[in-house]
């Protein structure tokens, strides 16, 4: 599985000094692989979100071409791209993305359920809920979840799908430091041992240690690599 | 893999906002259904009441302020007497354009040990009656014996039992078809019977107002016109030549009663129409408020896969269900305030109320849920365009 984005860049139309808008993702191009976990790093701001935004399919880019083993995402119909993010993509974003009608457990299996594809995740699910310590948390709903708790419900929903795209926007901002191990350590023997693409963007410094590539972004930019560790 | 469906979770989960979306579309139904149920029952009635006075032209004593008099006794079954003096009768026969005209005399039972129930006793003529013996002769296909009866609808004696008039035990031998009007509540004899019940209340001590036998006096007299002839020229022609009588004409009386009709409906149906409007308006304005409400968490479904379209028929399975289950509590609900309180109604709009048959009310029930549900979806559609239209990647980020 290959993630290509062609020059893709993102402006947002708003009033920013002398401009009518401002470019959060100058043009980039930048491949992602199966079997490698890829590091964003860079200061809040930087746009690092809105990239990975783009690359999951979430955002249509303002230029460029984001290629999915050579399929074009944003040539797609909105059905087309639906049912492929819900297939191959699992995305965790900043912040709440828990649905606060459903419990924790129906939140892990949701995605499961959307195109009525009868595969039985509920093993998976369970597996999840265990080792990121929230099985005890099964019928509670989102509102009465901590802030780690919520984070690692996300996680659990993507890691229970099992997508071959992982993208993770700040995964480890809530958690505590055995929390943060446990995801990244997962993360990492996804990548490896299934070849699944991971990419996560964060400004921490302790999830550089799992990566095999880190990329830095700076005001839309961005530079390869910094490192491989 | 157990299942689940987001749209009853998110009803079930949201009870306020669910219970406010019934209640909405429950006000909404409950409108359009009781105000359908009113206004073909004030039509019913008015049909009802055409039918069965069956006479072109009333003639009553003057004395008896006639019209309003006569009124109140025919759709409010306000019980009374008057009486005019019988050769009257043949005054009005021979005035042109008369086809058939036949008598009743009126007499009224009282709330007292002497009678089970006070009701408008009505003496017809049986051999020249042409617009009571229709309605008598699909219960009871024979001429009526002595103080045998036929009740209107609302009389509580069925075939069979006896009704106490002034101490006289009459059995009851047919019961008429509903009017919704004052004939309901009225008993129907013979001239004969009529006669009996007279004596009966004079040995009693009951003081009727009438002198000599039921033979020399009328109450009213019904005219059939003549095919080609005005009704309202036959009874100028009665009030011009015959004193001290009032003929009024049924079509005049029944424009006025029409008119009234007319004037309640439209009320009615500016009041369905005013809050038709207000829960839709408020509908609307709930959906909108939902917008923000729920940005974020559709923007996590669509990140999960969801497309638009999956998105908009998810708030559209939501509008649906909660204006479904509403409009099925407001048709209840309007039934349960409709039916019960018919006589009620009847009374303080003062006009004939037939209630029409279930077949109809079935209609009207069905049309309430369908007008219901269409509002309710519709109301919700924009909501659901808007948020399908969602930028998942944009929301997200910004509620981050």
Same mark, same amino acid.
């Given at each position: 599985m290959e993630l290509r984005a062609e020059n893709v860049s993102m402006r947002f139309f708003r009033k920013r000094g002398e401009a009518n808008f401002f470019e959060a993702v100058c043009p980039v191009s930048l491949t992602l692989k199966s079997g490698e976990m890829t590091v964003l790093k860079g200061k809040s701001g930087s746009g690092k979100t809105t990239l990975t935004h783009i690359l999951a399919g979430l955002l249509n880019p303002y230029e460029g071409k984001v290629l999915l083993d050579g399929t074009d995402l944003y040539a797609q119909s909105d059905v087309s791209l639906s049912r492929l993010r819900n297939e191959k993509i699992g995305m965790i974003p900043q912040g709440r993305s828990a649905v @606060?009608? /459903?419990?924790v457990y129906e939140n892990i299996l949701l995605p499961g359920l959307l195109y009525g594809k009868?595969? @039985?995740r509920t093993a998976k699910a369970e597996e999840w809920m265990n080792k990121l310590g929230i099985a005890e948390l099964r %019928? &509670?709903?989102? &509102?009465? /979840?901590s802030g780690g708790e919520l984070r690692r419900l996300a996680i659990a929903r993507v890691l229970a799908a099992d997508p071959e795209v992982i993208m993770a926007d700040e995964?480890?901002? @809530?958690? %505590?430091d055995e929390n943060t191990r446990i995801v990244l350590e997962a993360f990492h023997s996804i990548a490896h041992e299934k070849n699944r693409l991971v990419f996560i963007v964060t400004?921490?410094? %302790?999830?550089l240690p799992y990566a095999d590539r880190v990329l830095s972004m700076d005001n839309g930019r961005i530079s390869f690599p910094v490192s491989n560790t | 893999m157990k299942r689940f469906s987001p749209v009853t979770r998110n009803l079930i989960r949201k009870p306020g906002r669910t219970v406010a979306l019934v209640l909405l579309t429950a006000l909404l139904a409950l409108s359009v259904f009781s105000g359908s149920i009113v206004i073909l029952s004030l039509r019913g009635g008015l049909n009802s009441l055409e039918n069965r006075l069956g006479a072109d032209v009333i003639v009553v004593p003057s004395t008896a302020k006639s019209k309003t008099n006569l009124e109140q006794m025919l759709l409010q079954g306000t019980t009374g007497y008057f009486y005019m003096n019988r050769e009257k009768l043949d005054k009005v026969r021979n005035?042109? *354009?008369?086809e058939k005209a036949s008598p009743q005399l009126f007499l009224a039972s009282l709330r007292? #040990? +002497? +009678?089970s129930v006070p009701v408008q006793v009505i003496g017809f003529d049986q051999e020249t009656d042409f617009t009571i013996r229709p309605w008598v002769a699909e219960s009871c296909s024979r001429t009526l014996a002595d103080k045998e009866l036929a009740v209107g609808c609302r009389v509580s004696a069925d075939v069979g039992e006896s009704i106490r008039i002034y101490g006289v035990n009459c059995p009851v031998v047919a019961r008429l078809a509903e009017? *919704?009007? *004052? =004939?309901?509540t009225a008993v129907y004899c013979s001239q004969e019977t009529l006669q009996m019940l007279l004596d009966a209340a004079r040995d009693l001590g009951?003081? =009727?107002k009438i002198s000599g036998s #039921?033979?020399?006096?009328?109450s009213a007299i019904y005219i059939k016109v003549r095919d080609g002839v005005d009704p309202q020229k036959v009874a100028d022609d009665i009030n011009v030549h015959i004193r001290k009588v009032e003929a009024v004409s049924t079509k005049g009386m029944l424009t006025g009663v029409s008119d009234s009709l007319k004037a309640a409906s439209g009320t009615i149906t500016w009041l369905i129409a005013a809050l038709w409007i207000l829960a839709l308006v408020i509908l609307f304005i709930v959906f909108a408020m939902m917008v923000n409400e729920r940005r974020r968490e559709l923007a996590v479904y669509r990140l999960l896969g969801m497309s638009r379209k999956m998105l908009s028929s998810m708030i559209l399975k939501e509008a649906l269900l909660c204006s479904l289950a509403g409009a099925l509590c407001g048709v209840v609900l309007g039934a349960a305030l409709v039916f019960p309180f018919t006589t009620l109604i009847e009374h303080s709009l003062k006009l004939p109320y037939l209630t029409p048959a279930a077949g109809t009310i079935l209609l009207c029930a069905v049309l309430a849920l369908a007008v219901t549900v269409i509002s309710g979806s519709a109301a919700s559609m924009r909501t659901a365009r808007k948020l399908s239209r969602v930028d998942p990647g944009t929301t997200l980020r910004e509620g981050a």
């Open positions: @606060d009608t /459903l419990t009868g595969e @039985d %019928d &509670a709903m989102p &509102a009465e /979840l995964p480890t901002g @809530d958690l %505590d400004h921490e410094s %302790d999830v | 005035t042109a *354009g008369v007292a #040990s +002497c +009678c009017t *919704g009007t *004052g =004939l309901d009951h003081d =009727l #039921s033979e020399d006096v009328v």
